[in-house]
């Protein structure tokens, strides 16, 4: 299996411009998680889906940002607008069934918002 | 606010030496996992600990976990210069459905 697969793998953009990282899941996998990694606040879940379904959007830092998963294997993450304090690596994990059990990680999407 | 917290944020040793890594969280769990990340890349999953075990061992990495004292440590034996990377523990707070996860420990390890 390739593993979960995110892109792009780095994103330049300027303030105001619309983002979208992109994020494909093992397959097989059921649970869904968006993490945001920044040297100041370290890693945090900003969404969870569980088959398909949002479970816990409560760490998604305002409107701007919305998350959704179309199907069982793909999901993405958009900002709209953008502004420089969205920069960090973004991170997607998947896992069979549990929201607690093993993550698997994907390389992350790092984000530069000038 | 952060459920794991690690300790030490920065440990510097020599290949070949042991390194240890410490983590403290606050309310009880059900599991608690630890996680590396090489400079640029993803976490991957070290090893899963859950609350009724005490000890656990994964190769050259060693888990133990304290429910009484709110902690765990990870253990690398013999050291390696591969082992060079962050590492993270992760919590999940009983009745919460998710994982948090601490600042980490940045691993460094001299040839």
Redesign the interface.
């Known amino acids: 299996d390739a593993g979960?697969i995110q892109s792009p793998r780095h994103e330049v953009t300027e303030m105001g411009q619309e983002v979208t990282l992109r994020c494909k899941l093992i397959s097989g996998h059921n649970s869904l998680?968006w993490?945001r990694q920044t040297m100041m606040r370290?890693?945090e879940?900003l969404i969870?889906f569980n088959n398909n379904v949002p479970?816990?959007d409560s760490g998604m830092p305002e409107d701007r940002f919305s998350a959704k998963m179309p199907n069982a294997s793909f999901s993405t993450l958009k900002i709209q607008p953008s502004e420089p304090r969205d920069s960090a690596v973004y991170?997607c994990?998947s896992s069979f069934s549990s929201?607690?059990?093993?993550?698997?990680?994907?390389?992350?999407s790092r984000l530069t918002v000038l | 606010s952060?459920q794991g917290e690690e300790d030490p944020q920065a440990l510097s040793i020599q290949e070949g030496e042991n390194a240890t890594m410490n983590c403290s969280y606050k309310t009880s769990i059900?599991?608690l996992?630890w996680?590396r990340q090489n400079s640029g890349?993803?976490?991957?999953?070290l090893i899963?600990i859950r609350s009724n075990e005490r000890e656990k061992h994964s190769g050259r990495l060693r888990v133990t976990l304290d429910t009484s004292k709110k902690s765990s440590s990870l253990l690398i034996t013999a050291s390696r210069a591969a082992d060079t990377a962050s590492y993270?523990c992760?919590t999940?707070a009983s009745g919460a459905?998710?994982?948090?996860?601490?600042?980490?420990t940045r691993l460094t390890i001299n040839p």
């Open positions: 979960v998680f993490y370290g890693l879940l969870y479970i816990d991170f994990a929201a607690t059990g093993e993550l698997f990680f994907g390389e992350g | 952060q059900n599991n996992q996680y890349r993803g976490l991957v999953h899963l993270f992760a999940d459905q998710k994982l948090v996860f601490g600042q980490g």
